[in-house]
């Protein structure tokens, strides 16, 4: 018998059949024997798979196993796992500490994780596997049932202690979502390969893989798929993922941050030069207002100007919508990336990257519904999915800071203007802000001015000695004078703000532009640096990681997917494993190997004995 064929129809191992045949007149005794792929069901009637006793089976469940570089996890005792067998009369728990679950029959039993456990756990991982065991929903659980009729079931990961999985929270943000645990990715590939990943990928710094809940679960009714003939119409399996997350850390990251704090900094001098007594500040002032083309020229009729004064002038910051940006992440709409500005970190969910990718295949979602034995690997897809979700993320991000920084740049200002004809008969004030007590002016900011938004007060005392000798002098003129403020509205106004903008933008121009120069110039550097890692890790041709979802060893040919772990080949016939995730590292050699499997299950081989 060959191994693919016999499996595929089978799925038991092939043992004699007692049964009965109904015939004319009576109950016959027969016999039937399996000796290959072909069997004669001629007849048969009286096999009762709901009997006991017909058959043994047996069946695991384990949250962890494998290798991870010189320590083989199968052997911790805290990760051993849970088997279970029954010879058809009795099932046999191994831990023989294992609970066994109530209403069972004396069939299933289960091993939770202990929290208490976490401390020896983790210490023999060395820290590089973390598994902190967060979940808020189901139990980080291992079950396994094993009847004397032939049937099954094994479970791991977050599964109820009747082998459910529960998993109701996968679609939920990123840090509502329960974690399994952290690999310190960097400094695992860093002694399986022997260099670390900064050799590898150009401003990178360190790797780690966050891994979240995971679940799997298998069933097999041996008695069910001998009557059938078809092993996997009787078999399910069945995973979950939680989340599956890629962190770096990166100095040109980092830089995002680094280039508003240094920037913001040198803001600081350039505000506190802002007084009444800058004459620079001044003449800039009225020549933008009064000059050839000035916002006013024209306006003032044939008064003429007297020596303008700088009331009040002065520029202050404001960065808490810029500190706010600091603190904040930066990510995209679609939940793809996380940057850190200021940590220097970036975080890309997996699950949503590839979820995008592979959300074309029916009934999947994230990493979830995908084929068996699908492994995760970058192409032109994927790169472009990220890209997108980077350069999408960062630019915005550096859109809102360059508008916080003008937001923070605050000015207070109030010019005051005289009007003469000959002598001074009236006083114009221009005055930032909502109207305020005498000689004052409210902050507005820079922003605000330079756009033409900014609240600005204006003013005209007439003089009163002069008053009444102007208005009998020239009527016109009097007119003119008292109705300057009416004038000053509309479009003038505009452009006296936006006059004003530019004259105190100036003061800041070179810094803000430098500002948004480098920003948009770390852009694709970014982007860069995440999709390499990417690449170097999942890539295609030449990637040093192998992260397969739903692993399965004889998968269901019409099914699809990809053939079985290479590893798996040498299970035991009529055994059919399911592990939610494998991750190993490619190139790695013994003993610095690393092959681990998250929430493996596993039914069979399930004998129909009689």
Known sequence: MTRGAGRRLLGVAALPL????????????????????????AGLAALDCDATGIGSSTASGRLLGGRLLDIDLDELVALEGLRVSSDGLVATPDPSSADPVAGSGGTAWEDPIEVSALGAINADLGGLLVLPLDSEVGVVNQYARASGDATSAGAAGVVSDEGAIDLETETDPEDER?????????????????????????????????????????????????????VYEELVREYAIAGLGLGLESPLVGQLGGTVVSTTSALQPIASGVSTSSTGLLTSLVGAL???????????????LGTPTLDVAQVSLDLTAVNALLDE????????????????????????????VYEDVPGSSRLNGLLPNTELLVDEAVVGALTTALASAVQDWVDDVVDAVAEAIKVRLRLTIPLTIGVTVAKLSIATGAAQPAGQAAPVSLASLMDGTAPLTTDVEVLPALGGLLCVVSAALCDVVNGLVGAITGPVLTNTITAIGGVVGALFSTTLTGLETTLNGLVAPVAGVVANSLGFLFGEDDGVLSVVVNAQNDPDPAAGGAPEPDDWAALPDGRYDVSALRIAVLGATAPLEVALDLARSSAGANVVTG
């Not at 007692?18 to 039937?32: F, T």
């Not at 960097?186 to 995971?214: K, M, R, T």
């Not at 009064?290 to 003429?304: W, Y």
């Not at 940590?343 to 979820?355: E, I």
């Open 178 to 230: 329960p974690d399994l645990g952290s690999l310190a990715l960097g400094g695992v590939l860093e002694e399986a390969l022997g260099a670390p990943v900064s050799d590898e990928v150009v401003g990178l710094a360190d790797l780690g893989l966050s891994l979240g809940a995971v679940a799997s679960a298998v069933s097999l009714d041996g008695c069910a798929a001998a009557w059938g003939g078809d």
């Open 329 to 356: 992440t930066i990510g995209d709409d679609d939940g793809i990336v996380l940057i850190d500005p200021v940590a220097g970190t970036a975080a890309v969910d997996l699950a949503a990257l590839f979820g995008k």
């Open 18 to 41: 007692v049964a009965a045949v109904v015939a004319a007149g009576g109950v016959v005794a027969s016999s039937a024997a399996w000796t290959d792929v072909e069997w004669d069901r």
């Open 290 to 304: 009064t000059g050839p083309g000035g916002a006013l020229t024209g306006v003032l009729g044939g008064l003429g």
